[in-house]
């Protein structure tokens, strides 16, 4: 038996703004900055919040690279990253 401290959460990739729920809380439009990916898994998380993010909200680079948002950069796959 799984003993959760909380609830698991799920992300789905959308092809179009559209498709955004209407109560989804878009980080730069709706407070005001933006949030980085592990942010939002974590509002998610602990506040049962759906945060929308396009890659305009994103204020990482490497999940923008890891959802395929933009092609890597040389210097990224050589390593050259801030890790």
Known sequence: MLRLQSMPIGVK?????????????RPVRDL??????????????????????????????EPVVGLGFVEPPRRFLEGHNRY
């Open 32 to 61: 005001g900055h933006h949030l980085s990916f592990c942010q939002a898994l974590a509002w998610t998380r602990r506040r049962g919040m759906t945060i929308a993010e396009t890659m305009d909200d994103m204020w990482c680079f």
């Open 13 to 25: 990739m959308l092809q179009d703004e559209g498709e955004i729920p209407d109560d989804a809380v």
